[in-house]
């Protein structure tokens, strides 16, 4: 298709579209700036100007399973075969003996594969993470260079962190890289003659603060990949759209390929890619478009193959799980839940617009189960039931502003929860892809309001961008310090999302963590206190969390002792009867409460000495010892019954001991 008949064409639809002409863009000087590159290193300044502060951040999140911790991204290039049939999150379930509880699976290796090949540079352990992995210099010592991350401690968290510099930096490149690509396409395409709407739609979409997840968190890497390839896919299918070069059907499949080896949210470009057709290239035949999508159906059919292979029956068991962090739903009513995820759609509008608080969770119970009661659900539904309408109408009349409705709206519906199970409430990195649909809108909607009414020209709406962009911007920059490593980033979202179970959580055993450091020495207690209060928020707000009773009573024994640590550590067997580290809870409770009863004895306060040993003995049902002991302290408050029975029970367990036999015949005659 020519320049000529594209221009023809779009006046033909003026009244379709909110885009006048475009005499008045050329004229100006920001009409001259935006044909050279100029624009890129905008990009490129503006991207590296937000981001640079994550360079030296360390590993946050799922950073730690699927990278520091990956067995195959640790080999190096060598684990590539390994992470291109296996599921995302195989080793790490392999390596804490656990199953997948994610819905579906998780086959998007691409990103691991950048994993492993950066993994070349920082240095491969084939073998895995072992205990000296710290040592770098093969010496046997804990030096002080090898401490990376300053805490006092030397061990397999300092070197996780090596290399994670570079995995940022290639991130933040890689981010930069994508606002290049939505302009190139932006610009040659939808916003053709109209390089400034190109222009700030990629410069809002560049510093929106809610790519920050995206960014700043090496693991969300897939999402940035997977967008940089679907806008890539696109390109290459809008240019044969103008050529109807076969050439280019190819190049769209293998683009649409490593999309889709990124993430799956690029299975949208199957009902987007036609629907563009339709909108702006309408001399298309219907064998033409056919042929094209004959490709993509094709590449989609092979990679739906090859992850069906890997992710089979992965996930299968994830509505039968009976935990709240992974169940969120779980108490909740079937009207209830329907409520609740309805309402996500007013949160994904709200963080779309601007994201005043930020959080990396909202699992239970970040979202207070909603009721069709409250107003909230209610706005959700009109949000997806306007979307879906106001889209039909639009593809109807075959106005252009139903790409950007459509780019929001599908990937919006993939992740809300209502009609696919995502296995996570909601999350900030979920509406990466949404974000550009909603610039979009956002560049459109401002240009038809002002436009259209002849308030204003285009030097005049890039001024009314300019707040947004700074505020976003400052936005972007307060974010980024609280991904730098768990420790800061869950002390920060705990502030402001104070009942997400899981924050309360990870705040209470980072700060008992951070409490042994020797660096932390002169403030131990305060961090010890700090961490005591969010472990009680977290266990007040879930009851049966079991993770939250274990790591309290491991608290409470190191700093009160064995019967307050037994107030948390009695609900394990109930909560978490296959813990493998129950016999070992055991054995320390009955150990501390056997020595107590001991130390009662020699100080004669037998009474006190059957209270303790009582107390041991449900946790040493096969410990000799106590049953000569605990039989002792009866002998010697008189009850010759009781330590008769003791003693005997005792004789049961070991026939020849000398000791039991001898307290038996002291004994006096019945």
Request: proline share 3%.
């Amino acid at each position: 298709m020519s320049k000529k008949s594209t221009h023809t064409s779009n006046q033909a639809n003026i009244n379709k579209q909110p885009i006048a002409t475009s005499t008045h863009v050329e004229s100006n000087w920001i009409g001259s700036f935006l044909q050279g590159w100029w624009p890129y290193l905008v990009f490129i300044v503006v991207g590296l100007g937000l981001y640079s502060n994550t360079f030296h951040h360390e590993f946050a999140f799922d950073d730690e399973p699927l990278i520091c911790r990956n067995e195959y991204v640790l080999k190096g290039v060598s684990g590539i075969g390994d992470i291109m049939t296996k599921d995302a999150y195989e080793s790490y379930y392999k390596s804490s003996n656990r199953t997948s509880n994610l819905a579906g699976g998780r086959f998007r290796p691409l990103s691991l594969v950048t994993f492993a090949i950066e993994q070349e540079f920082i240095g491969t352990l084939p073998d895995g993470l072992k205990e000296n992995s710290w040592d770098l210099n093969q010496n046997g010592m804990k030096d002080a260079a090898e401490d990376m991350n300053h805490n006092g401690v030397v061990d397999q968290k300092d070197v996780m962190i090596r290399g994670m510099a570079m995995r940022h930096v290639v991130s933040v490149l890689l981010y930069i890289l994508s606002a290049c690509m939505i302009f190139l396409f932006l610009r040659r395409f939808i916003f053709k003659e109209y390089a400034l709407l190109a222009f700030i739609t990629t410069l809002l979409f560049l510093v929106h603060p809610l790519h920050t997840e995206v960014v700043a968190n090496v693991k969300s890497r897939d999402e940035i990949l997977s967008l940089l390839f679907m806008v890539m896919t696109c390109y290459w299918s809008f240019l044969y759209a103008e050529t109807k070069q076969l050439k280019f059907i190819l190049l769209a499949s293998v683009f649409y390929f490593v999309a889709l080896l990124s993430k799956e949210y690029g299975v949208t470009l199957l009902i987007i890619i036609p629907l563009c057709f339709h909108l702006y290239y309408h001399e298309l035949t219907l064998k033409q478009v056919l042929t094209f999508m004959a490709g993509l159906v094709v590449t989609f059919g092979i990679y739906y193959s090859l992850r069906s292979g890997v992710v089979e029956g992965t996930g299968s068991h994830t509505n039968e799980v009976s935990e709240l962090l992974d169940n969120p739903y779980l108490l909740a009513s079937d009207m209830q839940m329907l409520a609740s995820k309805l309402f996500l759609n007013v949160k994904y509008l709200l963080l779309l617009m601007y994201p005043l608080k930020m959080s990396s969770d909202y699992s239970y119970n970040s979202i207070p189960y909603q009721s069709f009661t409250d107003i909230g659900p209610w706005f959700g539904l009109f949000i997806l039931v306007g979307s879906a309408l106001a889209l039909m109408y639009l593809i109807k009349q075959k106005n252009k502003v139903a790409f950007p409705l459509a780019f929001a709206f599908l990937h919006l519906i993939l992740i809300n929860n209502i009609f696919f199970n995502i296995g996570a409430t909601m999350g900030e990195r979920l509406v990466y892809h949404t974000s550009l649909g909603t610039s979009m809108l956002a560049v459109y909607g401002c240009y038809w309001l002002f436009n259209n009414k002849r308030k204003i020209n285009y030097n005049w709406m890039m001024v009314l961008f300019i707040p947004v962009l700074i505020m976003y911007s400052l936005r972007t920059l307060a974010r980024n310090p609280a991904w730098k490593n768990n420790y800061t980033l869950s002390l920060s979202d705990v502030q402001t999302n104070p009942n997400s179970v899981m924050l309360n959580g990870n705040a209470f055993s980072l700060l008992a963590e951070m409490s042994e450091w020797p660096c932390n020495k002169k403030v131990a207690v305060q961090y010890l206190d700090s961490a005591i209060r969010y472990g009680r928020k977290a266990l007040q707000i879930h009851p049966r969390y079991d993770l939250g009773y274990k790591n309290m009573g491991i608290i409470m024994y190191n700093k009160y002792g064995a019967d307050s640590a037994e107030v948390y550590w009695s609900h394990m067997p109930e909560l978490a009867a296959g813990d493998p580290d129950l016999p070992e809870i055991s054995r320390i409770l009955g150990t501390a409460f056997h020595k107590r009863g001991i130390k009662c004895i020699e100080q004669k306060d037998f009474k006190q000495a059957v209270y303790w040993m009582g107390k041991a003995f449900p946790y040493m049902k096969q410990n000799v010892a106590l049953y000569y002991d605990l039989g002792t302290a009866y002998a010697s408050l008189r009850e010759f019954s009781k330590a008769r029975e003791y003693w005997m029970k005792g004789l049961q367990l070991a026939p020849t001991d000398g000791m039991l036999n001898e307290a038996l015949r002291s004994l006096p005659s019945e």
